[in-house]
């Protein structure tokens, strides 16, 4: 598969979207000590510095994604805010809107208290699908997801290092609903470990932690055999069908420096619409 697929129609050429303003965003938002940011020992997936990587994917989903300010947008995997602090500051209060929602209480509930009283445009909900590694007692399976919102309600769906950690199986029930309760015309932004030929063959600068091993017969390399959730790769060309299946177009497929290749970000990056033709 190729490494980049154009983005067709890029939002990002206004003057919202611009380098100077997004970069000049990001640098205020990184000097703002009033933002909320959760005591580090909370911060129960991820790692590193909470507010820059939080501002990192900000500049991504608006220069890849091509994320606007009057957006609709729904996070999947919001966790503990790491993506919605930073978007406090970009989406519009008047006109856009933010729905996360995550399997782990505990990251609702901090986002809840701390988030949305402050910007009621920001909500949060929980969603009991079970999970072997942060939800093992969830009482709704991942391929029998229903995302509970209507049809076609947003413009731009965030999906974070959630298939980094979810089983084959579980892909598509996703990708159905996201095409479900996306606008036509709206995007997927997904990032996920792609096992291309770099990925299997190159070991200089490659993250040590991911050695993916082939999990069988599917499509899954897992990282930790023993601890399969904890990071899955798969094999290059499934998320690829998966989404296409699913009636998204990809519209910018772009390899992540996590396999040890340059590259802008780190995790591999799907930006997908609904509604058009493929690239």
């Known amino acids: 598969m190729s490494e980049v697929v154009a983005l067709q129609g890029y939002m990002g050429d206004g003057a919202e979207g611009s380098d100077e303003r997004i970069e000049w965003l990001a640098e205020t938002i ?6 909320p940011a959760p005591p580090a020992e909370n911060v129960f997936v991820g790692d590193g510095d909470f507010r820059l990587i939080g501002t990192e994917f900000l500049r991504h989903f608006v220069r890849l994604g091509g994320l606007r300010p009057e957006h609709r947008v729904l996070d999947i995997g919001s966790g503990i805010g790491r993506m919605a602090v930073p978007l406090t500051q970009y ?32 909500r949060f909900r929980h969603l009991d699908i079970a999970h072997d590694v942060y939800n093992p007692a969830g009482r709704i399976k991942g391929e029998e997801l229903r995302l509970p919102f209507d049809d076609a309600a947003f413009d731009f769906i965030l999906m974070v290092s959630v298939a980094t950690h979810l089983p084959a199986v579980e892909i598509g029930s996703y ?14 932004f997904l990032s996920a470990f792609v096992m291309d030929e770099s990925a299997r063959t190159q070991t200089e600068g490659r993250d040590a932690r991911l050695g993916f091993t082939p999990a069988g017969e599917g499509p899954e390399w897992y990282a930790n055999p023993e601890a399969p959730l904890g990071a899955v790769a798969f094999e290059d060309g499934f998320i690829d069908d998966v989404l296409q299946r699913a009636g998204l177009a990809i519209r910018r497929k772009s390899l992540g420096h996590w396999r040890g290749r340059q590259a802008a970000h780190y995790q591999d990056v799907f930006v997908a619409e609904k509604g058009g033709e493929e690239a």
Do not use: H, K, M, Q
């Open 91 to 122: 989406l519009d209060p008047e006109t856009a809107s933010y729905e996360g929602i995550d399997p782990v209480r505990e990251g609702v509930d901090w986002c809840s208290e701390t988030v949305s009283p402050v910007y009621p445009n920001f």
């Open 30 to 35: 990184l000097r703002n000590r009033f933002l």
């Open 175 to 188: 990708t159905r609903e996201i095409a479900r309760v996306l606008a036509p015309g709206g995007r997927l």
